[in-house]
């Protein structure tokens, strides 16, 4: 279960995927004490036609949730560029950082990005469970998840009624990625979301990640 776990990887695309994805569940296990280490692929870097860092978001976004500076890194592929790279150019980059994960959160690998399933596939490379049993989840990210043709399936739900309010505090970091309403990047559509992935489970927030390796 989710409360045994004690280190965790977020190995995402861009700064805002992960507060998206998994905000909620962040600040649950910092606030449990576990250890949530977040990997980007991306340099942080909008390419043309704007150029925005993200990257001084990204640590403050966090610090919200409980993550350690010390424990975000930066892979440094070109934004929406991953198409361009070789993902075992990068396996032992991410191997430095860690391998004794107890669970890693990916993005989904039908999600409407290049990025995100570079991401995808570079987690489930870096850890095949050879040496070590990892347990790997893919989370649901707005603004991309659903305009994919493939519908997000999450098959794993976790109650956030409690940290719903710091995974909104945390996405207000990002000043230039956070939206008007209705767009999906909005923390109004972000409560609604939550607010329908709990209804599907009985709880009042909720988000839903799909399982794709899991050990007992």
Known sequence: MIETTKKVLVLCAHPDDEVLGCGGLIAKLTENGDDVYVIFTTDGVRHP?????SCPDAYEALNVLGVNSTNIFFLGIKTQRSDQYVLRD?????????QDFDLVILPSKD???????????????????LKRKTKIISMEILS???????????????????TIEK???SLKKYTKQLL?????????????????????VGYKYAEAFKIIRWFE
Do not use: M
């Open 90 to 98: 990068f396996t032992s980059k991410v191997e430095a950082i860690g």
């Open 49 to 53: 036609p704007v150029c925005t860092d």
């Open 144 to 162: 991309s998840s659903e305009w994919s043709d493939v519908p997000f399936q999450p098959n794993f739900y976790i109650d956030i009624s409690n």
């Open 180 to 200: 008007q309403f209705p767009h999906p990047r909005s923390g109004e559509a972000i409560k609604i979301k939550a607010k329908q992935r709990g209804l599907e």
């Open 111 to 129: 999600d409407l990005n290049i990025d995100h399933v570079f991401a995808y596939n570079l987690g489930l490379i870096c850890f095949r469970p």
């Open 167 to 169: 995974k909104l505090d």
